[in-house]
C-alpha cells in the first residue's frame, strides 16, 4: 500500500477522515503515565454532589407518594405520614448540616429538583435536621425566596436549629424538646401542637401561635399577632408573658 | 550523561577567561554553582553556533568578552578576529560588511566577489551594531539568521559560524535595532561593571589581551583569507592554521583551544540531549503566556486587550508583541548547551529556567504601563533582563502550583491524538486552551 509523504513524516496520530495525519503536538507526554488525580477541591465537590443526589432522589419519591397530582392538604395525617416517608429516605443517606442548607437553596435554584411545594419541602427538610449527626444545625435562608412551611417538626430533645431568615407557616410544631430560633419572622401556627422545648422567633410571628401546644416556651422578640388555643406551656412578647394571662380571646389579642 | 573530558576542556577555557582575560563578578547560579553571564553565554553561543547580543555601557567589555571566547573556542589569533569585525556606523556599506567587486578582474570585464574577512571566518562580531541606520540593519539579516551571504549574484554560505553582537545602551548616535533582527538574536546578555576593586585591577595590570596574539599565523591567515582560491577550499587552509595556534596557545598559557573536530563532536553530544517532561511543559506554559490571546487568536503587535479580559492576570496582558518561533529554539539550544556543560543526561527545568531570561529579555515588548511601574524596583539587572527574570519567577510558580495537572492534560492531548476518545483536561491558563484549539483542529 502507498503511503502519503505526509504520512510517512508522521510517527503517530490517526488519518483523519481519510485525510493526512495530523502531527501529533504533545507526542513526548504520551510516556507520561496518565492517573486522574483528584484534587481535594474535586473530591469535596464530588461527594457533595452524590449526596445532594440521594437527597434530591428522597425528596422526589417523597412527592411521588404524597404530593400526588402536586396538590398536598396540610392535615394532621397528611403531615404524619409525610414524615414517616420522609424518615424513611433520610435515615439511608449519609449527609451533613450544610448539604441540608445546599438542598434548601437547590429547591429553588436548580433544574434538577422540578417543584419546591413548601409543606413537603419542610416536612422533608425537618427530618432532614432530625437525623443529622449534628446537635446543631444553622440554615441560612434568608436569601431564599419562598419561605418554607413546617421547619423544624417534632424538633427532638438535645437538638438545637438555627434559622437565618423568615419561615413559613407551622414552623415547630409538634416540637418534642428540641431549641428552635428564627432570626426572622415566622407566620402562622407557629409552635402548635408543641410538647416541650422552645421556640424564640426574634421578629413577629403570625396568628394561631400555640395553637393545642400541650408545654414548653415561644418567646417572640417582635409581635405576637394572634394566639391559638393553647393547652399548657408559654408565650413571652418582647420578654412579657402573655400566655398564660388575661388575654382569652384567641387571635383577637391586638 | 558520562564527561567525556570536552566539558572539562570548555570549562578550562571559562576559567582561563575569568582568571586572565575579563574580570568580573559571577552573578548567575545554577545548579548551586556560580558564573558570570557574560562568559557562559558566550562561551554557549561559540559552540551553538548561536547569535548573541551583548548590551552595556562603553568600556565594560563587550567586544572584548566576546573576542577571547571566539579566540579559544576556535583558535583565532585576537589579531585575525579584530580584522574581521565589522563596526556599526551610518555610513557602513554593504561592500565593507560583506564583499566587493574584484576590481582587477572587473576591468577586464568579468565579474568576481572579494569576500571580506568578515564573512569568510566563522567568528562574526559587529561592533555597536545599534549605530547602523535601521535601513542598513537589514542587510544583514539574511546573513544573521542563516549564514548566507550575498553579493552579485554570488553566495558563501558558513557552515559553522556564530555571532556576537554588541550594542550601547540608547544615546545620540544609537538606533534602535529593528524588530526582525533582534529576534534573530539568540540571548541578550550585559557586560556588566566588576565593581570599583576589579576595575582597579584591570587598570593596573598591563593588557592581557596580547597573549591570544600570534604576528605570524595571523599573517598566514590572513593570506589565506585575501586569496583568489574557492571559499571551500579555504576552510581546511585555514583550519590547519588555526590548529597550529592552538597548540602554540596549549604550550604557552597551558589550556587547550577547541579544534573543529572537537567542535562538532561536542554538537552531536549536546544534540543528543532531550527536554524532560517537566522543562518540556514549562517551556510550553511560558510560550502560551507570551503568545495568547482569547480574543483575536494570538497576540499581535498592532492590538490592544480588551478591558475585563478573563486572562488579565496573565503575562499575555502584560506584553503587546507575541513569541516568535525563534525563541523555543534559542531556549532548547542554550538548555541544551547548559545541561552538557553541566554532565546532565537530560534537559531540566533548572537548565531552561537559566536561559530564559537571557531568551526572553530582548525580545518581549512590554506595555507601557508596566514599564512605567516597574522601572524603579530595586534590582541588579538591566531593565530587560531583569523584567524577563521576574516573568520566568511569575510563570515558575504557576507550573509549580499546576505541574502535574498540566502534564497530565498533554498526556491526554497525546492520548486523543492517538485516537483514544476521552475528554480534555480542562484549567485556566492559556496552555488548556492552546491543547484545546490543537485536538479541535485535529477532530475538525
Known amino acids: 500500500m502507498k503511503t502519503s509523504l505526509t504520512q510517512k513524516m508522521v510517527s503517530t496520530g490517526q488519518p483523519v477522515g481519510g485525510g493526512p495525519a495530523v502531527m501529533n503536538p504533545f507526542e513526548e507526554f504520551k510516556v507520561f503515565r496518565f ?58 443517606i449519609d449527609y451533613s448540616a450544610e448539604d441540608i442548607e445546599d438542598f434548601c437553596f437547590a429547591l429553588e435554584n436548580t433544574q434538577k429538583i422540578p417543584y419546591l411545594i413548601p409543606g413537603p419541602a419542610g416536612v422533608y427538610i425537618s427530618a432532614l435536621c432530625n437525623y443529622a449527626k449534628e446537635e446543631e444545625i444553622i440554615l441560612k435562608l434568608s436569601e431564599l425566596k419562598t419561605e418554607i412551611n413546617l421547619l423544624g417538626f417534632r424538633l427532638p430533645k438535645g437538638k438545637r436549629m438555627m434559622i437565618e431568615g423568615d419561615t413559613g407557616d407551622f414552623t415547630g410544631i409538634g416540637l418534642e424538646g428540641g431549641e428552635l430560633v428564627v432570626e426572622g419572622n415566622a407566620k402562622n401556627w407557629t409552635g402548635a401542637g408543641m410538647r416541650s422545648g422552645k421556640i424564640l422567633v426574634r421578629k413577629n410571628i403570625g396568628l394561631h401561635t400555640g395553637e393545642w401546644m400541650m408545654g414548653g416556651e415561644i418567646c417572640v422578640g417582635g409581635r405576637v399577632r394572634g394566639l391559638g388555643n393553647i393547652v399548657e406551656g408559654k408565650v413571652f412578647e418582647r420578654d412579657k408573658l402573655v400566655y398564660p394571662g388575661k388575654v382569652r380571646n384567641p387571635n383577637l389579642y391586638y | 550523561m558520562e564527561k567525556n573530558g570536552y566539558q572539562k576542556q570548555v570549562m578550562e577555557v571559562y576559567q582561563f577567561i575569568n582568571d586572565h582575560l575579563y574580570f568580573n563578578r559571577p552573578d548567575i547560579e545554577i545548579k548551586g554553582e556560580r558564573y558570570n553571564s557574560a562568559i557562559l553565554f558566550s562561551l554557549l553561543t561559540a559552540l551553538n553556533k548561536g547569535k548573541e547580543l551583548i548590551i552595556g555601557e562603553p568600556g565594560l567589555g563587550k567586544t572584548t568578552s566576546a573576542e577571547f571566547v571566539c579566540s579559544l573556542i576556535y583558535q583565532f589569533p585576537l589579531g585575525v578576529i579584530w580584522g574581521s569585525e565589522v563596526s556599526g ?84 548616535g544609537t538606533n534602535t535595532i529593528i524588530a526582525p533582527l533582534v529576534d534573530r538574536f539568540d540571548t541578550m546578555v550585559e557586560s556588566r561593571y566588576p565593581g570599583a576593586h576589579l576595575s582597579f585591577l584591570i587598570g593596573k595590570t598591563k593588557r592581557k589581551d596580547h597573549i591570544l596574539r600570534h604576528p605570524k599565523y595571523e599573517k598566514d591567515l590572513y593570506r589565506v583569507l585575501k586569496s583568489k582560491i574557492a571559499h571551500e577550499k579555504k576552510i581546511p587552509k585555514l583550519e590547519e592554521i588555526c590548529n597550529a595556534f592552538g597548540e602554540y596557545v596549549e604550550e604557552v598559557l597551558g589550556i587547550k583551544p577547541l579544534q573543529r573536530q572537537d567542535r562538532d563532536q561536542i554538537r552531536t553530544e549536546m544534540e543528543s540531549l532531550e527536554m524532560d517532561l517537566d522543562a518540556s511543559a514549562f517551556t510550553r506554559m511560558l510560550l502560551a503566556e507570551f503568545s495568547f490571546c482569547e480574543r483575536y487568536g494570538q497576540k499581535r503587535v498592532v492590538e490592544n486587550c480588551e478591558e475585563g479580559c478573563h486572562y488579565t492576570g496573565y503575562l499575555c496582558h502584560d506584553i503587546k508583541n507575541c513569541a516568535s518561533n525563534r525563541l523555543p529554539t534559542s531556549i532548547k539550544q542554550y538548555a541544551r548547551g547548559l545541561a ?32 512605567s511601574q516597574k522601572e524603579r524596583a530595586k534590582r541588579d539587572d538591566p531593565f530587560p533582563i531583569f523584567l524577563a527574570k521576574e516573568a520566568v519567577k511569575t510563570i515558575s510558580q504557576r507550573f509549580r502550583e499546576q505541574s502535574e495537572h498540566l502534564k497530565d492534560a498533554l498526556a491526554v492531548g497525546s492520548k486523543i491524538f492517538q485516537g483514544e476518545s476521552l475528554e480534555v483536561l480542562e484549567g485556566d491558563h492559556p496552555v488548556y486552551v492552546e491543547i484545546k484549539k490543537d485536538i479541535e483542529a485535529r477532530r475538525t
Open chain 1, 35 to 92: 492517573e486522574k488525580t483528584d484534587i481535594p477541591l474535586d473530591q469535596i465537590v464530588q461527594s457533595t454532589e452524590a449526596v445532594m443526589d440521594q437527597i434530591r432522589r428522597g425528596y422526589e419519591k417523597l412527592l411521588e407518594e404524597e404530593a400526588k397530582e402536586l396538590v398536598w392538604m396540610v392535615q394532621y395525617n397528611t403531615i404524619i405520614k409525610a414524615y414517616e416517608v420522609a424518615e424513611r429516605y433520610v435515615r439511608e
Open chain 2, 89 to 172: 556606523h551610518p555610513e557602513q556599506t554593504e561592500e565593507k560588511i560583506i564583499g566587493r567587486p574584484d576590481l582587477g578582474k572587473l576591468n577586464r570585464g568579468e565579474e568576481d566577489v572579494v569576500w571580506t574577512n568578515f564573512s569568510q571566518i566563522p567568528v562574526k562580531i559587529v561592533d555597536e551594531i545599534n549605530r547602523l541606520p535601521e535601513t542598513k540593519q537589514s542587510m544583514i539579516l539574511d546573513g544573521v539568521d542563516r549564514g548566507n551571504w550575498e553579493y552579485l549574484n554570488e553566495m558563501i554560505i558558513n557552515d559553522e559560524y556564530c555571532l556576537f553582537a554588541t550594542a550601547n545602551y540608547q544615546d545620540g
Open chain 2, 340 to 371: 552538557w556543560l553541566m554532565g546532565d543526561g537530560e534537559i531540566d527545568m533548572e537548565h531552561v529556567k537559566s536561559v530564559l531570561p537571557y531568551t526572553l529579555a530582548h525580545r518581549v515588548q512590554w506595555k507601557d504601563e508596566v514599564l
